[in-house]
């Protein structure tokens, strides 16, 4: 994610991820900066279908911190991304 902001010249202060669901979550810039969230577009080398979390998935790295197994960062994730809104 951090990789795609800078790409795209993105500024504010969080993004609005949409799922094709419309489940909403807000999402702080600074995450981005701090973790290495992810934007999945591929597990385990192949396409992800909507029938399975894609086509895209934004996930943080829960494994790499105890403080990332929280129920607000778990909200913040999000499946079947069909929109990235910059705020």
Do not use: C, H
């Amino acid at each position: 994610m951090r990789t795609l902001l800078r790409a795209v010249e993105a500024s504010g202060e969080r993004v609005v991820a949409i799922a094709l669901n419309d489940y909403t979550t807000e999402i702080p810039i600074a995450d981005f900066e701090q973790y290495d969230v992810l934007l999945a577009l591929k597990r385990d080398g192949a396409y992800m279908p909507v029938r399975d979390k894609g086509p895209l998935f934004i996930v943080y790295p829960f494994d790499s911190s105890p403080e990332l197994q929280a129920q607000k960062f778990y909200n913040r994730s999000a499946w079947q991304l069909a929109q990235l809104v910059v705020q």
